[in-house]
């Protein structure tokens, strides 16, 4: 039940207070796009996490110690939902085999345990990466801590 206000009192760039907004829920109705020109702030970066050709799944590497290629691998953003543009803007995403993306209970997209591992091993390259940002300004989560929020 703990809510950590202390974020709150950064000055937030006015892009994340933009962010922070209620997006219309019928997004056909909004005349306007006002995200797509903040998302303009960034462009796409090669991932810092595994390379795009690389054809293993990260997560079989990781969990199954199965280094072996795939045919097939999908790309998977590692932030996603509403900050799926950080994965973007930060390189971020890694490849995933069909069974580790979507499709089954080991998948991330299904599967939050293995969605986090992912986020924590994202921060933890972002904070190598990128020594003078900071991470709980642009994504405003730490996934280092694991934080039991049903307590
Ligand atoms: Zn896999
Ligand atoms: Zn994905």
Request: net charge positive.
């Given at each position: 039940m703990s809510i950590d206000y202390s974020a709150m009192a950064f000055p937030k760039a006015s892009w994340m207070q933009e962010k922070r907004q209620k997006k219309p829920q019928n997004k056909k109705a909004?005349?306007?796009?006002r995200k797509k020109k903040k998302k303009k702030h960034y462009k796409k970066v090669p991932s810092i996490m595994q390379?795009?050709?690389?054809?293993?799944c990260f997560l079989c590497m990781l969990l199954d110690n199965f280094y072996e290629e795939h045919a097939y691998t999908e790309e998977h953003?590692?932030?996603?939902?509403?900050?799926?543009w950080v994965s973007d803007a930060f390189g971020l995403r890694v490849n995933l085999c069909w069974r580790h993306h979507?499709?089954?209970?080991?998948a991330v997209h299904k599967n939050q345990e293995h969605a986090e591992l992912l986020m924590r091993i994202a921060q933890e390259t972002f904070i190598e990466h990128y020594p003078d940002l900071d991470w709980m300004q642009i994504?405003?989560?730490?996934?280092?801590e694991v934080e039991d929020e049903t307590t």
């Open positions: 909004a005349p306007v796009q390379h795009k050709d690389d054809k293993r953003h590692v932030i996603f939902g509403d900050d799926k979507r499709e089954t209970p080991a994504v405003g989560r730490n996934y280092l």
